[in-house]
């Protein structure tokens, strides 16, 4: 059907921009979409609601279906606890209403940037940060296409310890042109004994990886990959590194990660930001297609400002000749972010993630009398996994308890995540519910 507003509708337009692009079809471009993703219908829209009255009716009616309850929930977006101070901030109109950083002669929001990339070059032991990306996921994989670039070599080993959803998105950006070969998982849930050679650009590792567990082995996976003329890229998630080491200090090249527990609610997809750290090196900087803000000079001689430095190596400044596209930045949450670091200090950040270290033993030892932990030995951070007969039973006994009791991650694995917003009361809560359902 033709729209009169949209002329890429029109037939012979369509076709003229088929033929320049070489495809036969609209449909080649989704080849790689899954058959059993795709809708092919058009959509079940209710009738359109004649006043703003009935919509809000509407809305709230679906409000209201959303049920409380002490939840567990984790696996990629955590229910920290978000200072208040985090939502003022970040809700103030100078920083909540311009689109991905503009106007450009916005210098306040340029030195709150600015700011956040400093704390978390501390927090990371990195000299260079990123304005951040989408999220943790499209950070993982330009950090990857980043080394892979840097090496001449598009071939990558990965961690078996990664997220499906994750991996999903990690295929989607690097397979067309980057092979990924998948290291196995050792009996204590990090990664398995692996090997490499001289084709390979980079190796991936995520600690706290999938299960939770902490990766032990960050210094020999770089020594490895350094031997070979590779990188090291680790994802790591940055509320655990009040605690733990940062990837730099056993050799990490490349860093990334999700800023989502630095001060921003979990809320249906949203909340989400990506960071990418390196050092101070100029050629491995200049593969970061996103912005980085640093201090640099105006067109005043002697006076210095807040904004883009090395500018030239984006596709701003390239355009279709860029290595990749800069995007939209997701400022806004980076500006929390600096906030919540601010805010915490160092000091603030370890007993974070003391008290996230400690709570997660502690549900491991209560919940492993009534199932069986899994890398029960290993060190977690946040969460850890348990085998129980039916993952799908357990979570909607529990459920009927007003407890949402972690993510299923096959037929008899569940993920359950633990932070500083749990009690110990709300933790022998969990335990006693489990036992319970278990017994029935």
């Not at 809700?91 to 311009?98: D, G, K, Q, V």
């Not at 009534?370 to 890398?375: A, E, G, K, R």
């Not at 951070?381 to 529990?398: C, K, N």
């Amino acid at each position: 059907m033709t729209h009169p507003y949209i002329p890429n509708t029109e037939p012979g337009v369509r076709a003229e921009m088929l033929a320049a692009v070489g495809a036969r079809s609209v449909e080649e471009f989704y080849a790689d979409i899954p058959a059993e993703l795709r809708l092919n219908r058009p959509l079940d829209l209710p009738e359109p609601l004649v006043a703003e009255q009935d919509l809000v009716r509407h809305m709230e009616g679906l409000f209201g279906k959303n049920v409380p309850g002490l939840s567990f929930l984790g696996h990629g977006s955590y229910a920290h606890y978000v200072p208040a101070v985090c939502d003022e901030v970040n809700s103030r109109s100078e920083f909540l209403t311009a689109y991905a950083g503009e106007p450009y002669e916005d210098h306040g929001r340029f030195q709150a940037l600015f700011e956040y990339v400093s704390m978390m070059g501390e927090l990371l032991e990195m000299d260079v940060v990123n304005v951040p990306t989408y999220d943790g996921y499209q950070a993982s994989g330009t950090a990857i296409r980043m080394a892979c670039r840097y090496t001449g070599r598009p071939k990558v080993l990965l961690s078996g310890a990664i997220a499906a959803d994750k991996l999903s998105k990690l295929r989607d950006f690097l397979s067309h042109d980057i092979e990924m070969v998948f290291a196995p998982v050792a009996a204590n849930g990090e990664i398995g004994e692996v090997e490499i050679d001289d084709t390979f650009g980079a190796i991936y590792l995520e600690t706290p990886n999938v299960y939770g567990v902490v990766e032990t082995r960050g210094k020999e996976l770089a020594d490895l990959a350094h031997a070979h003329g590779a990188l090291l890229v680790v994802g790591a998630d940055p509320i655990s590194l009040g605690v733990l080491a940062p990837p730099a200090a056993y050799g990490a090249d490349i860093a990334c990660g999700d800023i989502q527990p630095l001060g921003m609610h979990p809320g249906f997809g949203g909340g989400h930001a990506g960071y990418i750290a390196t050092q101070d090196h100029e050629p491995l900087v200049a593969e970061f297609p996103s912005r980085l803000f640093g201090i640099a000079p105006t067109k005043v001689p002697g006076e210095y400002g807040f904004g883009d430095v090395y500018y030239d190596r984006t596709s701003f400044a390239h355009r279709e000749e860029g290595k990749e596209w800069v995007g939209t930045a997701a400022a806004l949450w980076g500006i929390t972010a600096g906030v919540y670091l601010a805010l915490m200090g160092p000091e603030g950040m370890r007993e974070v993630g003391e008290t996230i270290l400690a709570r997660t033993r502690y549900a491991m030892d209560a919940l492993g009398q009534h199932v069986t932990l899994l890398h029960k030995d290993a060190v977690h951070f946040r969460e850890f996994a348990i085998e129980v007969p039916s993952a799908t039973a357990l979570l909607d006994g529990l459920r009927a308890k007003g407890i949402f009791g972690g993510v299923a991650l096959d037929d008899r694995t569940v993920l359950v995540c633990v932070t500083e917003c749990h009690s110990t009361d709300d933790i022998d809560r969990l335990a006693t519910a489990v036992k319970e359902v278990l017994g029935a």
